[in-house]
């Protein structure tokens, strides 16, 4: 992945793209975040908190499946952002994804948005 302003990583079924807007770092995977596939996203989440950026806004629009795996990647670095006083915000959830989380109650722990620019705006969190 490049480590600049955008970046992205691939392996067939996930594809992470990475962008900074403002004191937000966007990071969107599109495909299956899955146990095979949960490293492409943990890695650019985990580089964007190193690089400072305690505002991840996760673009989940084209995010097709997630597991418990891709799930658990999200709270690790939820817990992460928030121990340095930022926070996870959620965006675009496709119903089988959001499914996910409403099952799970994870949606109850993350500040979830119907959009990326309605995420974006809430520079609250």
Not at 17 to 38: F, I, Y
Not at 40 to 54: N, Q
């Amino acid at each position: 992945m490049d480590r600049g302003t955008v970046g992205s990583a691939q392996s067939g079924r996930l594809l992470v793209e990475v962008r900074k807007q403002g004191a937000s770092a966007v990071v969107t995977p599109a495909g299956e975040l899955d146990h095979h596939t949960a490293d492409l996203l943990r890695e650019p989440l985990e580089a964007c908190l190193g690089e400072g950026f305690h505002r991840l806004v996760v673009d989940c629009s084209r995010l097709e499946f997630c597991d418990s795996t891709g799930l658990n990647v999200l709270l690790g670095a939820r817990l992460k952002a928030e121990a340095a006083g930022g926070g996870v915000h959620l965006a675009g959830m496709l119903p089988v994804v959001a499914r996910v989380f409403e099952i799970t109650g994870a949606d109850a722990v993350f500040t979830v948005h119907d959009t990326l620019e309605a995420a974006l705006a809430d520079e609250t969190g």
